[in-house]
Structure formats: C-alpha cells, structure tokens
C-alpha cells in the first residue's frame, strides 16, 4: 500500500513543481515554441502529455536529445497537464527555459 501512495505523492508533487514554475520561472506553451527553444538551446526541462501524437513526441525527443534537454513524460493527459498548468486550455508540451523558486528539474533527474 506504500508504493501507491509514494505514486499519488509524487504525482500530486509534479503538479505543485509545475504551478511554482508557472508563478516563478519561464516558460513556453505549445508544439512550435517548444521547438524553437529546443533549437536554440534554451530549454532545460520538456514535458509531454501522455496523449501527445507519437511522431510529435519522437521529433521533441530527438531535438531534446541533441540538445541535452530532460524529457519528462506527464501521467496525464493534455487536460489534465494544461489544468496543472493553471490553464483553461489543453497543453500537449511545455519547455521549461528557468524554473524559477521551483526544484523541478533537480528532483526529476533524480528519479533518473
């Protein structure tokens, strides 16, 4: 029953660190922006919701690994990503370019 409930807690986390990065750092919304951020190197986090289009999230993913950017796959979908962002509206990826007050990116490459 621990291994659950450390899951919910991890979950309920990520979505904390994303409203403190919302608040405090910089970021960007959408397919496009990602990507010109990728390009130019700025991004230090992506995050992909769980129902992005499969050749969308093989194309972040190899700009992410040419550029040394961390990919973190979101359990939910692109609702409920874009509900943890603070939004009223879907969001299938989100660059992170300064996390701000948020440790986000320390805890995620920990998991790794």
Do not use: W
């Amino acid at each position: 029953m621990a291994p659950s409930k450390s899951k919910k807690n991890k979950g309920e986390t990520l979505n904390q660190k994303l409203g403190l990065v919302m608040k405090s750092g910089k970021y960007t919304l959408g397919y496009k922006s990602t990507l010109k951020i990728l390009r130019s190197g700025k991004a230090k986090l992506i995050v992909l919701a769980s129902n992005c289009p499969p050749l969308r999230k093989a194309e972040i993913e190899y700009y992410a690994l040419l550029s040394k950017t961390l990919v973190e796959h979101y359990k939910g979908d692109n609702i409920a990503l874009g509900t943890a962002c603070g939004k009223f509206f879907r969001v299938c990826t989100l660059a992170i370019t300064d996390p701000g007050d948020s440790d986000i990116i320390r805890s995620i490459q920990g998991e790794q």
